[in-house]
């Protein structure tokens, strides 16, 4: 299972947030630094449509494990709660067209 690793340490706000996201998933230039661009980024990875640097066979899976969760959580909660919602949001998408979830996080 591929695994994106998100360092929680180094996340400490939104700015922080998406800029980690961008590295470490391989968002393009353009991209847009919102939760509503982290979703459409996140929304094909099964397609060669370039928004990150994963891309994911048939039912594969990409594992977003956040380390550090614990100080993420406390240093800004409401990210962590708007990951999992988000999480679910975008597998949602997949199911709507009758594919396998393609995310999972994992908090460590």
């Not at 998406?18 to 470490?24: K, L, P, Q, R, Y």
């Not at 397609?47 to 993420?72: A, P, T």
Request: a negative charge; charged letters at 30%; aromatic letters at 12%.
């Amino acid at each position: 299972m591929p695994t994106a690793r998100l360092n929680g340490e180094l996340i400490t706000d939104w700015e922080s947030f998406h800029t980690v996201s961008a590295e470490v998933f391989g968002f393009p230039e353009f991209y847009g630094r919102n939760m509503n661009a982290w979703i459409d980024c996140l929304s094909y990875l099964r397609d060669e449509d370039g928004m990150s640097k994963f891309r994911l066979r048939e039912n594969e899976v990409l594992d977003i494990e956040v380390q550090h969760s614990e100080k993420l959580r406390q240093n800004a909660p409401e990210i962590v709660e708007t990951l999992e919602f988000c999480i679910d949001d975008i597998n949602d998408r997949y199911a709507d067209y009758g594919e396998a979830p393609a995310l999972k996080l994992t908090l460590r």
